[in-house]
């Protein structure tokens, strides 16, 4: 909740009840096996929307009887933005994290995620992938976490196998799998090293952000370029990758890149996690220009779709249109 409450800094929990959680309120919330300190977005009714100030992608939604309190913050006379624009330029000095470091995240938080409340898979992306394939379709999901998108697609008719290098994440998955009594194969692998037969699949899906984990131009490619390998011959490929749209995200990261002199990628950047001892913790993400990953799709000889949401549809591109960009 920086910077509404500093790293190591000791609060006040005020007992309450759900009638405290007003928007704008920092509450103390119960969520699956964990405690979180987070904000009050909006509340619907029981329904209660929550975010956080140091961290734009969280976001969650728990009922009325998940809040355990109040947390009186101190407050903060500078203006939040320009406080989280200064931790984000003081870390750019440091060595960008490791690819590894995603495992370490999602290893630790498997037992939240295998926990959550929300939604398996949005409605809208289920529509696009089914629409795409139709029922008894082969999928690959890439990232597969704890099985939630696995087991909504399996539900849907797909065929549905999943693929993870968090153990402790498809040790969640099979869990999930087994209490439904679906068919859901899952396998502790990397992307880049999986060696499925040719046109194994009818569509991958990479789950959110799984691009974006996957370090390095030329290894991108590669990857996509395997992947379309594994596809029959009307496959698809549903891509999900963390796009810098706006001007101030795209600002960011060029000062990052300046000032790390030219020692990453422009793009590689980070998210923060704390955890078990409270420690701050960062984990490896690469964020792209929406032309930038259009030209990674392009150099694997990939055709793509306008994005719907968080994909966009890939297709290999005929080989006379490989032929000519020659």
């Not at 691009?211 to 490929?237: D, H, P, Q, T």
């Not at 923060?272 to 392009?298: C, K, M, N």
Request: proline residues 4%; glycine residues 8%.
């Amino acid at each position: 909740m920086w910077p509404a409450l500093r790293h190591g800094e000791g609060f006040r929990v005020r007992a309450a009840g759900a009638a405290d959680a007003e928007a704008g309120r920092i509450v103390l919330v119960e969520t699956g096996p964990r405690v979180e300190v987070a904000r009050v977005r909006a509340r619907t009714g029981d329904a209660i929307s929550l975010c956080a100030d140091a961290d734009p992608e969280f976001a969650e939604t728990v009922g009325a009887a998940s809040i355990l309190g109040c947390v009186d913050a101190a407050s903060r006379r500078s203006n939040p933005t320009v406080r989280r624009t200064l931790l984000d330029l003081a870390e750019s000095t440091e060595p960008s994290p490791a690819a590894e470091t995603v495992r370490e995240k999602y290893d630790f938080q498997a037992s939240s995620y295998a926990a959550s409340q929300a939604p398996e898979i949005d409605a809208a992306l289920l529509d696009l992938v089914m629409g795409e394939v139709g029922a008894g379709a082969r999928v690959l999901v890439v990232g597969s976490g704890s099985g939630r998108e696995c087991c909504a697609l399996a539900e849907a008719g797909a065929r549905v196998e999943g693929i993870d290098f968090s153990e402790a994440m498809i040790a969640a998955a099979r869990r999930r799998a087994a209490a439904r009594e679906l068919t859901v194969a899952f396998r502790c692998e990397n992307v880049a090293s999986f060696r499925p037969p040719a046109e194994s699949y009818d569509a991958v899906l990479f789950t959110y952000d799984v691009y974006s984990f996957l370090r390095g131009r030329a290894y991108r490619v590669e990857v996509l370029k395997r992947i379309s390998s594994w596809l029959g011959s009307s496959g698809a490929i549903f891509l999900s990758a963390r796009r810098a749209v706006e001007a101030r995200p795209r600002i960011m990261l060029t000062l990052q890149w300046v000032l790390a002199r030219g020692s990453r990628e422009w793009g590689d950047s980070h998210t923060r996690w704390i955890d078990s001892e409270g420690t701050l913790r960062r984990s490896f993400v690469h964020y792209f220009t929406p032309a930038q990953v259009a030209a990674e799709i392009a150099e694997a000889n990939l055709q793509m779709s306008d994005w719907m949401g968080g994909h966009c549809v890939l297709r290999p591109r005929p080989q006379r249109d490989r032929t000519s960009a020659r």
